[in-house]
């Protein structure tokens, strides 16, 4: 059975830093694309990172290019999001994601974990 | 950016009926569109991707249709499991960008 478990969410002050952690178990981590999707409370869902198998390619939405840094421990199956500078508008609940690849390149998710809460509030 | 708008944003219906959700794309997108259910509190499941290919395991009750920038998820019979929020989501580029939602409500 395919899980992902994601841990590290908290309140943190604007201008903190948070690292987030994805726990893989049940599908061979290393053969697939992985992905970070958050939901702001009472929002839609935006997808915000992901990374190739290997870590050697990384994507970002704008608005936390430069900000955030996904990467992955493919011996520890174990996604990471590491999230700096943290502002007001980064509160959410985060969620890791399977990704499946499209045609063109792009990705759906497939499975979810059940979400971290990251709440940014001074 | 493509922008993918769902309505309507809130929908009642009875158990048995039939009821449809559409997701406009500002822009073509082909065939790359995915649905999935979410439930208060829980994880986004994958209903539907490639816009009409059912992910396993999933009612077939649930169907999906459309290409370039309409498509419509219908569910056949309604069933109280059905009540929940529906995201759409493109991925023929690399915003992977989700609609806004659609609540289901039993009426």
């Known amino acids: 059975e395919v899980q992902l478990v994601e841990s590290g969410g908290d309140l943190v002050q604007p201008g903190g830093s948070l690292r987030l952690s994805c726990a893989a178990s049940g599908f061979t981590f290393s053969t697939y694309w992985m992905s970070w999707v958050r939901q702001a409370p009472g929002k839609g869902l935006e997808w915000v990172a992901n990374?190739?198998?290997?870590?050697?390619?990384?994507y970002y939405v704008d608005s936390v290019k430069g900000r955030f840094t996904i990467s992955r421990d493919n011996a520890k199956n174990s996604l990471y999001l590491q999230m700096n500078s943290l502002r007001a508008e980064d509160t959410a609940v985060y969620y890791c994601?399977?990704?499946?690849?499209?045609?063109?390149?792009?990705?759906?998710?497939?499975?979810w974990g059940q979400g971290a809460l990251v709440t940014v509030s001074s | 950016d493509i922008q993918m708008t769902q309505s309507p944003s809130t929908l009642s219906a009875f158990v048995g009926d039939r009821v449809t959700i559409t997701c406009r794309a500002s822009q073509s997108i082909g065939s790359w569109l995915a649905w999935y259910q979410q439930k208060p509190g829980k994880a986004p499941k994958l209903l539907i991707y490639?816009?009409?290919t059912l992910e396993n395991g999933v009612q077939s009750r649930f169907s999906g249709s459309g290409s370039g920038t309409e498509f419509t998820l219908t569910i056949s019979s309604l069933q109280p499991d059905d009540f929940a929020t529906y995201h759409c989501q493109q991925y023929n580029t690399d915003s992977h960008t989700f609609g806004q939602g659609t609540k289901l409500e039993i009426k």
């Open positions: 994601a399977r990704s499946l690849r499209g045609f063109p390149g792009y990705y759906y998710f497939d499975y």
């Open positions: 990374i190739r198998q290997d870590g050697s390619e990384k």
């Open positions: 490639k816009a009409s």
